[in-house]
């Protein structure tokens, strides 16, 4: 837009503090960053349920459960907990007092959100925000019989109510979110004017169960090159990076802690992060806990660890770890959406023994992963290409075509994908 338009004015709703220090805030901190380099925008927090603490807001969301229940439409306990009418209505009057051109939606989560701004302005232009698809994860952790992790969320959760979720009930909880994550899915594209996901690979998957894909698209996340790939002159050691808070991570550092306890590699495996369980002491295995400096996981040297999970969005770990330099050794799952051509370290978790082992024999394969890791973050990932995504996508079409004619983006290939 040139100098004598007026500066689009963006709501960017999010249902989380964007200053926590994991993957989905950072991401979410550097969307917030790049719209307000164009665009004056305005963050609103939507609480949650639990958050507000009120009856009045606990027993409508209970009549609204039980009323889509009747109506064979169950709403995903997820959307629920951000279903307050009041937090809703409150946040939908600012969006149209302040004369919002655009609005930002973070997740499914704000369903019930966006189904009042489409009351309250039906002209207005939404984009929701998925990062990862949802169902597919949810379904993938019913099928192992895995808690659905409560993650930011969970901390506002009395403590039985916690333990229901995570433990008691955890089965039955994963069971119904992936049972009905994928209508509302379908239901938020169908009222959002463009979706967004964080990996191609979520998207050609949700796009498998619509009539139409134009609505959908992918843009990954930002990173900037913090270190040149280290070379072979300092000492090798491993490190994993995440907060047991998340399943992911816990079976993660369980999968390497019991590989390390087991058959004591020579080489040290440290691991960052906020733990909230108690720390084996086994030898080879250093726990840091929370860094304010990341770069203290990533000096020269250090080999990432990533036995992921689950399949679904991209690991942001694995790209935050090429960013400094440092090769990454994961499986399949942890590489997913990232298709770095002929990487020589994506290999079954099953199968690290001979890296874990002996790492020096390896010194090739480290040196050229951390060589194409870098590479692709710098082509891809970069926050250039991030900025112009996201600037894009929030413009309404009718603006998009008067204030940038020809880029008007309605095709998910012209947007940063991978």
Not at 299 to 313: E, F, T
């Amino acid at each position: 837009m040139d100098a004598q338009t007026p500066r689009l004015r963006v709501a960017v709703v999010t249902t989380r503090d964007i200053g926590e220090q994991n993957g989905r805030a950072q991401v979410l901190s550097a969307i917030v960053t790049s719209l307000s380099r164009q665009y004056n925008v305005k963050v609103i927090r939507l609480l949650s349920i639990a958050e507000t603490k009120s009856w009045m807001d606990l027993a409508r969301a209970a009549w609204r459960w039980a009323v889509s229940l009747l109506k064979f439409r169950p709403m995903p306990l997820q959307c629920l907990l951000y279903a307050s009418d009041a937090q809703c209505q409150s946040t939908a009057s600012e969006i149209v007092r302040t004369g919002c051109d655009a609005v930002y939606l973070d997740t499914v989560r704000c369903q019930a959100l966006l189904h009042v701004l489409r009351r309250e302005r039906p002209d207005l232009h939404i984009v929701t925000d998925f990062d990862d698809l949802m169902s597919r994860r949810a379904t993938f952790l019913a099928d192992k019989q895995l808690a659905f992790s409560t993650g930011h969320t969970g901390r506002h959760f009395p403590r039985w109510l916690r333990y229901l979720i995570d433990v008691a009930l955890a089965p039955a909880v994963t069971t119904y979110e992936a049972f009905t994550l994928p209508a509302a899915e379908h239901d938020v594209v169908a009222r959002s004017d463009a979706t967004v996901l964080i990996s191609r690979v979520d998207r050609q998957h949700l796009c498998k169960r619509l009539p139409h894909d134009v609505r959908v698209h992918a843009i990954g996340p930002a990173f900037r090159l913090q270190r040149l790939p280290w070379n072979a002159a300092a000492p090798l050691r491993f490190v994993f990076v995440g907060s047991d808070s998340f399943v992911q991570n816990r079976t993660a550092i369980d999968f390497l802690t019991r590989y390390w306890s087991e058959n004591v590699p020579a080489t040290p495996l440290h691991i960052y992060g906020r733990q909230r369980r108690s720390l084996p002491q086994i030898p080879g295995v250093r726990w840091h806990g929370y860094v304010d400096d990341i770069a203290e996981a990533y000096h020269p040297g250090s080999i990432a660890l990533v036995p992921a999970l689950d399949r679904g969005g991209i690991k942001t770990k694995v790209l935050e770890a090429w960013s400094w330099g440092c090769p990454v050794l994961g499986n399949a799952a942890a590489f997913e959406g990232l298709p770095v051509a002929d990487y020589p370290l994506m290999s079954p978790e099953n199968d690290w023994h001979p890296f874990l082992t002996d790492p020096a024999a390896h010194m090739a394969n480290w040196l050229r992963a951390a060589g194409l890791g870098s590479t692709f973050v710098r082509r891809i990932f970069s926050p250039e290409k991030f900025e112009n995504a996201w600037c894009e996508i929030m413009l309404p079409a009718s603006i998009a075509v008067t204030a940038r004619p020809g880029t008007a983006l309605r095709n998910a290939s012209t947007y940063h994908a991978v």
